[in-house]
């Protein structure tokens, strides 16, 4: 007998997080808090419901511009040591909490400087959150690793300067690269330096690609880029056919992610709000992880969306029916493709993910 598949019981599973944005993270009434303190008077609400449902809402545009426009708030007021500080060590609380075992979260330290913090200094204060947090955290009973994904912005000319960031931080938990941002009209290659760099640096890096623009935006960011991993990837179903009968035929820009095990870090509730995908029902998560794609689950931004790892992964078992197996399955492929050394993924592959889900299934 296997443990029924609840909120509840799914909130008690090992999770792992790749793709989720440190200011697309924020408690609401942090949110609020932080506005007071540091003199941010723009905000919506100061009430931290329907603050929390302006975001939802806001978000639910079905264009990834104007999704992006609701980060002016929270980075906002994330611009000095002690919020950003605090906004990182919730972030690693909350997720711990949520069942999140290991954690990628990124941020984009030039959206941090307005009043005078280095990029060091941005990156510095994050993981001091991160690691004040992890300890609250293990204080409340869940173990977490939290670390770090540097951003560059896509419509910026900071990306080479964050890269070299990135590769200096290595050491401090910093697990690699990224970048955001508007997609359409702002291609990868725009960025071909940054990611030469961190290639010949034998440095990791994902990109956002595929969630407002389609194939040619997949193709450059692993063709010319050379992405370890793809930020959404969702419109790589642009080039899969189905045949009346069901079989799938794949073009060669698929079937090379397929067989390269491109790991696609889908978020399904922030793939609808930006109109990537239809509705969670016709998420390509599904088609994709039917043809074995390496498919990861993820929130991408928990205050817009409303969301938490145990939320997205309650509402797949509800569209799609699927059982502990299959949760199991989406949390090796990301342990597997995390920024971490090899023996350390397959440490809490084997000392916590298996025996989580083997304990589920058997409950
Ligand atoms: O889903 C996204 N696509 C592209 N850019 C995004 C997404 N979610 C957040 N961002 C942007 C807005 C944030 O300010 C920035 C760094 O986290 O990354
Ligand atoms: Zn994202």
Avoid at 314 to 339: H, I, P, Q, R
Wanted: proline residues 4%.
């Amino acid at each position: 007998m296997a443990a029924e598949l609840t909120a509840d019981t799914i909130r008690t599973a090992p999770k792992v997080l790749l793709h989720d944005h440190l200011d697309g993270g924020l408690r609401p009434v942090t949110l609020i808090e932080l506005a007071e303190q540091t003199g941010y008077d723009a905000l919506p609400s100061t009430e931290p419901e329907a603050l929390g449902r302006w975001f939802a809402e806001s978000a639910y545009s079905g264009s990834l511009e104007r999704y992006l426009e609701t980060f002016t708030h929270t980075v906002g007021v994330m611009q000095d040591r002690d919020s950003i500080i605090r906004v990182a060590s919730e972030c690693a609380q909350d997720l711990a909490a949520d069942g999140v075992v290991y954690a990628e979260v990124r941020f984009a330290p030039e959206l941090h400087v307005q009043k005078g913090l280095s990029l060091s200094e941005v990156v510095q204060s994050v993981l001091d959150g991160f690691a004040a947090g992890t300890v609250a955290a293990a204080q409340a009973g869940h173990r977490i690793r939290i670390r770090a994904l540097l951003t560059a912005m896509r419509h910026a000319a900071r990306s080479r300067e964050i890269a070299e960031l990135a590769v200096a931080f290595r050491d401090q938990e910093v697990a690699g690269f990224d970048i955001a941002g508007a997609e359409a009209g702002f291609p990868p290659t725009r960025h071909l330096d940054a990611f030469e760099y961190l290639r010949r640096e034998n440095a990791h890096f994902t990109i956002h690609a595929g969630e407002a623009f389609g194939l040619p935006s997949i193709w450059e960011a692993l063709q010319w880029c050379g992405a370890d991993r793809l930020g959404h990837g969702v419109r790589i179903v642009d080039d899969i056919s189905l045949a009346f009968d069901g079989t799938a035929r794949l073009g060669r820009l698929a079937e090379y992610v397929r067989d390269k095990r491109i790991p696609l870090e889908m978020a399904p509730t922030s793939n609808v709000q930006t109109g990537a995908a239809e509705s969670i029902a016709k998420h390509p998560i599904g088609i994709l992880k039917d043809l074995r794609f390496r498919v990861t689950v993820n929130t991408d931004n928990r205050l817009m969306s409303g969301c938490s790892m145990t939320s997205e992964m309650t509402g797949l078992v509800e569209a799609f029916g699927y059982g502990w197996g299959d949760l199991e399955w989406f949390t090796l492929n990301a342990m597997k493709s995390a920024f971490l050394p090899f023996d350390e993924r397959l440490k809490i592959i084997d000392d916590v993910i298996k025996p989580g889900y083997a304990a589920l299934k058997s409950a």
